[in-house]
């Protein structure tokens, strides 16, 4: 027995409940006329039909009342006062060896692309560059299927 979260549940936690492959939840899925994939995440109804299959009892979760909605003034509503200023980020991303490091080395000056191994960033890296009296937050990501 286990209980069933109001949003559904990924086949690979459903999975883990089961202790069975999440292939064959798929399967299992796919013979009742429902396609989904091993990442998808699947509604209470297929949740249950899975566990009947393999004679599991389920329990749907109960709302939580306690939960309260969270509201935040206006952005109209704030005085010039009020507002921070921040510096924007901005990602750096693409395909191995395309040059996103090279350019960041370009505007702040430095040669990290240099001692990277093979000239291939191999690590997410953040720089804060201050420019015309602003700064400005870079990430710079790599590019290979390693990440």
Known sequence: IFE????GMAISDLAVELAVDPTEIVKVLFLNGKMASVNQIIDAESVTLVAEH?????LEKESDDA???VTFEDDKDMGDGDMETRPPVVAIMGHVDHGKTSLLDRL????V???EAGGI???????????KDHWITFLDT??????
């Open 4 to 7: 069933i979260p109001e949003e």
């Open 54 to 58: 393999y004679d599991v009892e389920v």
């Open 67 to 69: 939960v309260v909605k």
């Open 108 to 111: 702040r000056k430095s040669r």
């Open 113 to 115: 692309a240099e001692g």
């Open 121 to 131: 960033t191999q690590s997410i890296g953040a720089y804060s560059i201050n420019v």
């Open 142 to 147: 790599p590019g290979h299927e390693a990440f």
